[in-house]
């Protein structure tokens, strides 16, 4: 049996009591939601602004998720996290609803370097033939075939076509899209051996959504950092419906409501009692132990593969400022990607000194690792004499595993993706996230708030 399966029997076999809680420890909700990410604190914002009593359960001490800042002595900041958010009216509206100044999402530096990372040489750039907006456009006449994908969720129909499921780079031979390879990858970089992954994840990670947003206006960012956002987010949730540091140790649902123990991490615990449950972080069998999971439900959840993904904000790394160094691998075409393990690039911040990276690898990739991957490329570099590089600080770093949940072609040619939505609403629990809708925070917070309509609070 596998490790998933024997985690869900050992949470079944759990009593669950709820017995021994004061009344104090005891409360009672609207809607529990698990998971204080983009999502969650997008949809508890909009229950409390319809008027619903909200518990929001997050496992961090902030908000935010993915949305990461490191703010400097010198007043400048860096997201190294989540950058920005589509310019459009979804992002805008949330945006004005907690009153957050905005401005344009200005890339640090438009000149590029290439460096294979694997060697620490400088290399020729890619076969990026096309610029960004001609590949994009290029790109999405190709994909418009599949606009069911439009709204970035996994509305597949019955029979999903099989050029969905083969490799991306028989998709990119069909349709000559060598010379877009660098707009792709830059957006889905996240699925990692892209041009060997089913066309269906690289579509989920830049599709047609993705495409419109970046044509019909860019991205915005709050002006004073990502975390700006979600700490006047925090402040409209108010505190005393935000359980910082906190995880669900046991869980029972029926058709009527939830009940949910949840153990803080300084080992207090309370007892919710809500009418709706709202999952948010991907259902994945370790991050949903403890919960009274059905077979159907078991069976879906433990068919996912993911990714690891690493973000960081780096200094004293001896690059000159205001460039970036794009990770070039001319071995693997078409594009010259980088294969897992890979840092996507040494990205300049705008403020000096500051780099940024995104680390992309397979899902027993650590931190450590990650760590170590950023110094042992420095250090390549340096030995070459490309860049007078030195050891560098890591002045920020955050895990965003897993990323980029798969199941098999298989799976997916089954009709899994239909029966995963299929379980909205059943035991009063419903989902939302990027195992649902792809990982861009405001195609998410679009479909989120459909999933609040079919609450029916």
């Given at each position: 049996m596998?490790?998933?399966g024997?985690?869900?029997?050992?949470?079944?076999?759990?009593?669950?009591?709820?017995?021994?809680?004061?009344?104090e420890d005891?409360v009672?909700?609207d809607v529990?939601i698990?998971?204080?990410g983009a999502?969650?604190?997008?949809?508890?914002?909009?229950l409390?602004?319809k008027?619903?009593?909200?518990a929001l359960?997050?496992?961090?001490?902030?908000?935010?998720?993915h949305?990461?800042?490191?703010?400097?002595?010198?007043d400048?900041?860096?997201n190294?996290g989540?950058?920005?958010?589509?310019?459009?009216?979804?992002?805008?509206?949330f945006f004005?609803?907690?009153n957050?100044?905005?401005?344009a999402?200005?890339?640090?530096?438009i000149?590029?370097?290439?460096v294979?990372?694997?060697?620490?040489?400088?290399v020729?750039?890619?076969n990026?033939?096309l610029g960004t907006i001609?590949g994009?456009?290029?790109?999405r006449?190709?994909?418009?075939q599949?606009?069911?994908?439009?709204t970035?969720?996994?509305?597949?129909p019955?029979?999903v076509?099989?050029?969905?499921?083969?490799?991306?780079?028989?998709?990119?031979?069909?349709?000559?899209l060598?010379?877009?390879?660098?707009?792709?990858?830059m957006?889905?970089?996240?699925?990692?051996d892209?041009l060997?992954?089913?066309l269906l994840?690289v579509?989920?990670?830049?599709?047609?959504?993705?495409?419109d947003?970046?044509?019909?206006?860019?991205?915005i960012r709050?002006?004073?950092?990502?975390?700006?956002?979600f700490?006047?987010a925090?402040?409209?949730?108010?505190?005393e419906n935000?359980f910082y540091e906190t995880t669900?140790?046991?869980?029972?649902?029926?058709?009527?409501?939830?009940?949910?123990?949840?153990?803080?991490?300084?080992?207090?615990?309370?007892?919710i009692?809500?009418?709706?449950?709202?999952?948010?972080?991907?259902?994945?069998?370790?991050?949903l132990t403890g919960?009274?999971l059905?077979?159907?439900?078991?069976?879906l959840?433990?068919k996912?593969?993911?990714k690891?993904?690493?973000?960081?904000?780096i200094?004293?790394?001896?690059?000159?400022?205001?460039?970036?160094?794009?990770?070039?691998?001319?071995d693997?075409?078409p594009?010259?990607l980088?294969?897992p393990?890979?840092?996507?690039?040494?990205e300049?911040?705008?403020?000096?000194?500051?780099?940024?990276?995104?680390?992309?690898?397979?899902?027993?990739?650590?931190?450590?690792?990650?760590?170590?991957?950023?110094?042992s490329?420095?250090?390549?570099?340096?030995?070459?004499?490309v860049?007078r590089?030195?050891?560098?600080?890591?002045?920020a770093?955050?895990?965003?595993s897993?990323?980029?949940l798969i199941?098999?072609?298989?799976?997916?040619?089954n009709?899994?993706?239909k029966?995963l939505?299929?379980?909205?609403?059943?035991?009063?629990?419903?989902?939302?996230?990027?195992?649902?809708?792809?990982?861009?925070?405001?195609?998410l917070?679009?479909?989120?708030?459909?999933?609040?309509?079919?609450?029916?609070l």
């Amino acid at each position: 049996m596998r490790l998933e399966g024997l985690l869900f029997l050992a949470a079944a076999c759990i009593a669950f009591s709820t017995g021994g809680f004061n009344a104090e420890d005891v409360v009672t909700r609207d809607v529990c939601i698990l998971g204080g990410g983009a999502t969650g604190t997008y949809a508890a914002v909009q229950l409390r602004e319809k008027g619903h009593s909200v518990a929001l359960v997050e496992k961090k001490d902030r908000l935010g998720g993915h949305a990461e800042t490191l703010y400097l002595p010198s007043d400048k900041y860096v997201n190294y996290g989540v950058e920005g958010y589509f310019n459009n009216d979804i992002t805008k509206n949330f945006f004005s609803q907690l009153n957050v100044d905005y401005e344009a999402l200005l890339p640090g530096s438009i000149i590029i370097e290439n460096v294979n990372f694997n060697t620490g040489k400088r290399v020729l750039p890619g076969n990026e033939l096309l610029g960004t907006i001609a590949g994009a456009i290029l790109y999405r006449t190709a994909i418009e075939q599949f606009n069911y994908l439009s709204t970035g969720a996994y509305y597949l129909p019955d029979k999903v076509p099989e050029a969905l499921l083969r490799p991306f780079h028989e998709f990119v031979e069909e349709h000559a899209l060598q010379g877009a390879m660098g707009v792709i990858f830059m957006f889905a970089e996240n699925v990692g051996d892209i041009l060997n992954a089913p066309l269906l994840y690289v579509i989920q990670n830049f599709g047609i959504t993705h495409i419109d947003a970046l044509l019909g206006g860019g991205y915005i960012r709050p002006k004073n950092g990502t975390d700006q956002l979600f700490n006047k987010a925090a402040n409209y949730i108010a505190e005393e419906n935000i359980f910082y540091e906190t995880t669900v140790s046991q869980a029972k649902r029926n058709s009527t409501g939830v009940e949910m123990i949840v153990k803080n991490a300084d080992g207090t615990r309370k007892l919710i009692r809500a009418k709706k449950l709202l999952i948010t972080f991907p259902p994945t069998a370790s991050s949903l132990t403890g919960f009274d999971l059905r077979p159907e439900e078991s069976t879906l959840f433990s068919k996912w593969n993911h990714k690891s993904y690493y973000a960081a904000a780096i200094t004293n790394t001896g690059l000159p400022d205001g460039i970036n160094v794009a990770n070039t691998n001319p071995d693997n075409q078409p594009g010259s990607l980088p294969l897992p393990p890979f840092q996507w690039q040494m990205e300049y911040s705008g403020v000096p000194g500051y780099f940024m990276s995104k680390i992309v690898a397979d899902g027993n990739f650590t931190a450590e690792d990650a760590k170590e991957l950023i110094r042992s490329d420095l250090k390549r570099m340096g030995k070459t004499g490309v860049y007078r590089t030195k050891e560098p600080e890591i002045a920020a770093f955050a895990s965003h595993s897993p990323e980029t949940l798969i199941v098999s072609t298989d799976d997916v040619r089954n009709g899994f993706y239909k029966k995963l939505y299929a379980l909205q609403g059943q035991q009063s629990t419903f989902y939302t996230g990027y195992t649902f809708c792809t990982d861009y925070s405001t195609p998410l917070w679009n479909y989120t708030s459909s999933v609040l309509d079919m609450m029916d609070l």
